[in-house]
């Protein structure tokens, strides 16, 4: 039995979720409310000791962070391959999959700073008190502390994004080279992973990924976008992504969809 607990369009939680509808894979779906701090839950967290999504639970047995998750998703079920039968190849998808883990640092300031800040200056410094208490991981819950005491400077934020454009100049030249998917001829763990990032982007920054500056990305994106999983997994309109609540409390400031 396989159940997933996400958070719908969250930038971790659609790169799982893709993978199970490329595999054809019928699981739980266990929507997750960050708005509501069911993340930190004491249920949650004995699955997921970081309080993050998505954590995906196998006959009793969870595996946690998106990266893992989904390797682990093709060795449990290796049919249809996500993993390149070139080793060539299938370096590539790693790294790709693995620079996708990396870079989403970044991502998630960009996006805090985006997203979120201006929500957090609505609150009381009570209410502040609570939130970085409920926060367990160390590095996430300064990440808080920052949005709390005037958000990343234009300079933190500059480098983030210039640490972002860098990767996806990358891509466009590994597509030049060896397209049309980011391991090669193969569709790929590394496509799903960096889809969930380039979507991010397409979110926050749509202008710094305009076809002239990146064509072969965006040639790369729309024809991702034709497979009927990738269609369901970064669609509003499903069972799997509610609408978001509309809500001030300190209960509404949790991750979401980062």
Request: with cysteine; aromatic share 10%; proline share 7%.
């Amino acid at each position: 039995m396989l159940e997933l607990y996400h958070s719908g369009l969250t930038t971790c939680s659609k790169q799982v979720r893709h993978c199970l509808r490329e595999k054809g894979l019928k699981y739980e779906s266990k929507y997750v409310e960050l708005w509501r701090y069911e993340n930190l839950s004491p249920d949650y967290l004995k699955l997921n000791p970081n309080g993050v999504v998505p954590t995906l639970v196998h006959d009793g047995t969870p595996v946690i962070n998106s990266f893992c998750i989904n390797e682990y998703i093709e060795d449990a079920f290796p049919e249809p391959p996500l993993r390149p039968a070139d080793a060539t190849e299938r370096a590539r998808m790693r790294y790709w999959a693995w620079t996708a883990d990396e870079i989403h640092l970044q991502l998630a300031r960009l996006t805090h700073a985006r997203l979120l800040h201006a929500r957090v200056k609505d609150l009381s410094p009570q209410d502040h008190a609570i939130m970085l208490k409920s926060t367990p991981v160390p590095e996430k819950r300064d990440r808080w502390r920052v949005l709390t005491q005037g958000g990343y400077s234009d300079e933190q934020l500059a480098t983030a994004l210039d640490n972002v454009l860098f990767v996806f100049g990358r891509m466009e030249r590994e597509l030049s080279e060896r397209g049309p998917w980011l391991a090669g001829r193969t569709f790929s763990l590394g496509d799903i992973s960096m889809l969930a990032i380039v979507h991010r982007i397409f979110e926050l920054y749509p202008d710094r990924l305009d076809r002239k500056a990146f064509p072969r990305v965006n040639d790369w994106w729309d024809r991702a976008m034709q497979r009927p999983a990738a269609k369901y997994a970064y669609s509003d309109g499903t069972d799997e992504v509610p609408p978001r609540p509309p809500t001030k409390s300190v209960a509404g400031i949790s991750e979401y969809r980062v």
